[in-house]
T-cell receptor
Framework: GAVVSQHPSRVICKSGTSVKIECRSLDFQATTMFWYRQFPKQSLMLMATSNEGSKATYEQGVEKDKFLINHASLTLSTLTVTSAHPEDSSFYIC????????????FGSGTRLTVV | GDSVTQMEGPVTLSEEAFLTINCTYTATGYPSLFWYVQYPGEGLQLLLKATKADDKGSNKGFEATYRKETTSFHLEKGSVQVSDSAVYFCALAYDKVIFGPGTSLSVIP
C-alpha cells in the first residue's frame, strides 16, 4: 500500500515554456502533499506543502509565481514550472501523506526536468 | 530550527564489511526518524523508521535505534553487498520531512 505515482519521469522543455508535473496517491487519500527539489549530489530541499483544497505554503526563497502548485483533489497535486529557465533544471520529487496523520513518508519516483 | 546532520561521504566499503552511517538531529520536540535510500536516477525509498525513543527500525539487514539521549539515529548493517551502493538520507519529521545531506555509499566486490 501507500503508492505515489509521479509523472513524467523525465521532461525536456525549451526555455520560456511551462511544464506540469503530476503527483498521484494511488491507494490512499493524501490530505497533504510535499514538493521537493534536488540538485545533483545534494539533499532534498522542501519547496512547498499543499493541502487539498487550499493554497500551498511555500518555503522561504521559493517563488510562488514560478512554481505553481495545485492540490485540487485528495489524490492529485500538480507542480507547474512557469517560464522555465535552464537554472530550473533539477530533479523534482513529490511526497504524500494520508489521512492517518503520518507525514510525508511515501515518495514519488521523481521527475528529471531539463530546460534547454 | 530542526536539522539533521550525517557523516560525510563518500563511503567506500568492500563487500561483506560492516557499515555504520552516523546521523544526529536537532529538534525542539520528539520527531519521528527515518532512513531513506536513493539509487541513481531514482526517487526515495523508505528504508526504515522509528517513531519514539528506543524504537529500533529494521529492514533488509539494516538497523537504526532512536536514541533520545544522544539525539542520534545511526544506520548499521552487518554485511554490505554491492547492491547496497546508493545514497542514504537520514530524516526527521513532524508535520514535514527534513532531510540530512545524504551519504553516498559504494560497495566494491
Amino acid at each position: 500500500g501507500a503508492v505515489v505515482s509521479q509523472h513524467p519521469s523525465r521532461v525536456i522543455c525549451k526555455s520560456g515554456t511551462s511544464v506540469k508535473i503530476e503527483c498521484r496517491s494511488l491507494d490512499f487519500q493524501a490530505t497533504t502533499m510535499f514538493w521537493y527539489r534536488q540538485f545533483p549530489k545534494q539533499s532534498l530541499m522542501l519547496m512547498a506543502t499543499s493541502n487539498e483544497g487550499s493554497k500551498a505554503t511555500y518555503e522561504q526563497g521559493v517563488e510562488k509565481d514560478k512554481f505553481l502548485i495545485n492540490h485540487a483533489s485528495l489524490t492529485l497535486s500538480t507542480l507547474t514550472v512557469t517560464s522555465a529557465h535552464p537554472e530550473d533544471s533539477s530533479f523534482y520529487i513529490c511526497s504524500a501523506a494520508g489521512t492517518i496523520g503520518f507525514y510525508g513518508y511515501t515518495f514519488g519516483s521523481g521527475t528529471r526536468l531539463t530546460v534547454v | 530550527g530542526d536539522s539533521v546532520t550525517q557523516m560525510e561521504g563518500p563511503v567506500t566499503l568492500s563487500e561483506e564489511a560492516f557499515l555504520t552511517i552516523n546521523c544526529t538531529y536537532t529538534a525542539t520536540g520528539y520527531p519521528s526518524l527515518f532512513w531513506y535510500v536513493q539509487y541513481p536516477g531514482e526517487g526515495l525509498q523508505l528504508l526504515l523508521k522509528a517513531t519514539k525513543a528506543d524504537d529500533k527500525g529494521s529492514n533488509k539487514g539494516f538497523e537504526a535505534t532512536y536514541r533520545k539521549e544522544t539525539t542520534s539515529f545511526h544506520l548499521e548493517k552487518g554485511s554490505v553487498q554491492v547492491s547496497d551502493s546508493a545514497v542514504y538520507f537520514c530524516a526527521l519529521a513532524y508535520d514535514k520531512v527534513i532531510f540530512g545531506p545524504g551519504t553516498s555509499l559504494s560497495v566494491i566486490p
